[in-house]
């Protein structure tokens, strides 16, 4: 009979109708570890809902929607007009205004916003990537502009803004806006010190002309975009608005938009300024001063966007194990590929758990906590988007030649998982600026010693680490050539102290023998197998139709 050779069997069932934030352990735990107790059950309750939507079948459709339909450049209109517009699929949209409705812009305005934010970036990552973008950068602004009362007072309202408004309009007649951001250029790159983009002062105090081209110019559809230019005083941070308080466009010409490895639901664009009008912001020639801030905020988020990838993959890799079957019983029972799933869980938790104590960091917002960050962030951007692609990559080969199909989803995060060690400075910039932090800035080491000392004492593994790393810190002259080596360091150190004190032991225990200890190999499922690794994989099970 026709098709009778057919009958599907031994395959997993789609991962979806779950919900993300309950079914991530290590996730919601770092959530409850971190917020007062006055916050938890309003923020595990909200947190939970976004889990569920974020786990929906729709969601997940509305994602894959949007990576398959990338935007288009529309130069002109009918007649002949310039209008610089790019298209989007309508899913985009759809994500986007979830998003947005779901406080990810909003951090700032709300107690405990950064840990319950992180949590909500970290599942939204899981959806689709690509929408984090708008969404990190708008957050991100915030700081920069509060080096300016008056711009903060006009535009924080807006960035802050839980009302999705598509519509190019003037921003002052609408609900709530979005930012994106213009720093390189195409002779520069990281090297923002090397732009010419040049700004000349106009009648109106603040006012400028920008004229030049950013090689980058990410979430080019947006409101507002922070970009730096050469003043007369220097290298200057400026707004410019996509569109004027009079109704009309400004001057902001897409050229074309970036044909990219992954990241392909966001739009990512080389602009023109010619005559383009723009408010400073700050002072003139501490520009990179003052969007610096914006770049942490960005940098923690690319941390997170890893996080987030990683946990995906590795609850792929789960699921899709707990159903197959080989060689007489379920994959998840078989020794090596328990050591394998284990190894990738304990990447994956390391992450989170580090990323949740950063954004926690925020919201303390002390001296000794900002310290602790200068610090951390750029140790912590350079590893963990690191392990990212090697984690998704491991991931998909769990799931055999399923795992190289695109509808398995796999394959899209492989490509998505280098993009977050490029963004705002690759692994060197990151791994120099550490370097910068700890020969510029003592109370920075200082706060970073304190938080790691508090596990002192409970893994003598951990404890030779931290000894070990004391003496290189203790010879910083010439250190370039292994600033890379530094920055991993201070990244293992810090999560294997944060694991040993928050994690269950037999993640803390994994960890500490395999990233700390010398008993683990180069590549994924080399775990020592006396450790208890089915504990560490059924913690990173995640439950469908929870």
């Known amino acids: 009979m026709a098709g009778s050779t057919h009958t599907v069997t031994n395959q997993a069932p789609p991962l979806a109708g779950y919900d993300v934030f309950t079914a991530d352990r290590a996730l919601s735990a770092a959530v409850e570890r971190?917020?007062?107790?006055?916050?938890?059950?309003?923020?595990?309750?909200?947190?939970?809902?976004?889990?569920?939507?974020?786990?929906?079948?729709?969601?997940?459709?509305?994602?894959?929607?949007?990576?398959?339909?990338?935007?288009?450049?529309?130069?002109?209109?009918?007649?002949?007009?310039?209008?610089?517009?790019?298209?989007?699929?309508?899913?985009?949209?759809?994500?986007?205004?979830?998003?947005?409705?779901?406080g990810l812009t909003a951090a700032w305005t709300r107690p405990g916003g950064h840990v319950r934010r992180a949590a909500g970036f970290l599942m939204w990552t899981q959806v689709e990537a690509g929408n984090t973008c708008p969404l990190s950068m708008t957050h991100a602004a915030v700081p920069a502009l509060r080096t300016d009362p008056g711009l903060a007072a006009e535009w924080e309202p807006r960035l802050t803004s839980e009302v999705y408004d598509r519509d190019l309009r003037p921003a002052h007649l609408k609900a709530?806006?979005?930012?994106?951001?213009?720093?390189?250029?195409k002779q520069g790159g990281s090297d923002v010190r090397a732009n010419t983009t040049a700004a000349r002062p106009l009648a109106e105090e603040g006012t400028y002309e920008l004229t030049g081209h950013k090689w980058f110019c990410s979430?080019?559809?947006?409101?507002?975009?922070?970009?730096?230019?050469?003043?007369?005083?220097?290298?200057?941070?400026?707004?410019?608005?996509?569109?004027?308080?009079?109704?009309?466009?400004?001057?902001?010409?897409?050229?074309?938009?970036?044909d990219k490895l992954g990241n392909r639901s966001n739009a990512s664009a080389e602009v023109e300024f010619a005559g383009t009008w723009a408010r400073r912001v700050g002072e003139e020639g501490r520009g990179v001063r003052t969007i610096i801030d914006m770049v942490?905020?960005?940098?923690?988020?690319?941390?997170?966007?890893?996080?987030?990838?990683?946990?995906?993959?590795v609850a792929q890799?789960?699921?899709?194990?707990?159903?197959?079957?080989a060689f007489g019983g379920k994959l998840i029972d078989k020794p090596l590929m328990r050591n394998v799933l284990a190894d990738l869980a304990i990447e994956s938790e390391a992450a989170t758990t580090l990323a949740l104590r950063l954004a926690a960091a925020y919201d303390d917002g002390g001296e000794r906590e900002r310290a602790l960050l200068r610090l951390a962030v750029p140790a912590a951007k350079y590893w963990v988007t690191k392990r990212c692609a090697p984690v998704a990559v491991e991931a998909a080969e769990c799931l055999g030649g399923n795992g190289y199909v695109?509808?398995?989803?796999?394959?899209?995060?492989?490509?998505?998982?280098?993009?977050?060690?490029?963004?705002?400075?690759?692994?060197?910039?990151?791994?120099?600026?550490?370097?910068?932090?700890?020969?510029?800035?003592?109370?920075?080491?200082?706060?970073?010693?304190?938080?790691?000392?508090?596990?002192?004492?409970?893994?003598?593994?951990l404890d030779a680490a931290i000894g070990n790393l004391l003496t290189e810190l203790a010879d910083l002259e010439g250190a370039e050539g292994r600033a890379r080596r530094l920055a991993?360091?201070?990244?293992?150190?810090?999560?294997?102290?944060?694991?040993?004190?928050?994690?269950?032991?037999?993640?803390?225990?994994?960890?500490?023998?395999s990233r700390l200890g010398a008993d683990g190999g180069a590549a994924f499922g080399t775990l020592p197998s006396t450790l208890d690794l089915a504990s560490v994989v059924e913690r990173a099970r995640p439950a469908a139709g929870a």
Not at 317 to 325: K, L
């Open 34 to 102: 971190h917020l007062a107790p006055e916050l938890r059950e309003e923020a595990l309750a909200e947190l939970s809902g976004l889990g569920r939507s974020c786990g929906s079948a729709q969601m997940q459709e509305w994602g894959a929607l949007a990576n398959d339909n990338p935007p288009r450049l529309r130069t002109h209109d009918r007649y002949g007009h310039r209008v610089d517009e790019v298209d989007f699929h309508p899913a985009w949209h759809r994500l986007l205004g979830k998003g947005v409705a779901a």
């Open 176 to 185: 709530g806006v979005l930012f994106g951001m213009g720093m390189t250029e």
């Open 219 to 258: 979430a080019p559809m947006s409101d507002g975009f922070l970009v730096l230019a050469r003043a007369p005083g220097g290298l200057t941070c400026f707004l410019v608005p996509r569109v004027l308080a009079d109704g009309t466009r400004n001057v902001f010409l897409i050229q074309r938009l970036k």
């Open 296 to 313: 942490a905020a960005t940098r923690l988020d690319c941390v997170l966007g890893s996080a987030g990838l990683m946990r995906q993959a």
């Open 317 to 325: 890799a789960v699921h899709h194990c707990s159903y197959r079957e």
């Open 406 to 461: 695109e509808e398995s989803g796999l394959p899209r995060l492989v490509r998505e998982s280098p993009l977050n060690s490029i963004w705002e400075g690759a692994g060197n910039v990151q791994a120099l600026d550490v370097l910068r932090a700890l020969g510029r800035e003592p109370m920075a080491i200082d706060a970073y010693l304190a938080e790691v000392g508090r596990a002192r004492g409970a893994d003598h593994r």
């Open 488 to 513: 991993e360091r201070l990244a293992l150190v810090l999560q294997g102290a944060l694991l040993v004190r928050y994690a269950p032991p037999e993640v803390a225990d994994a960890f500490c023998a």
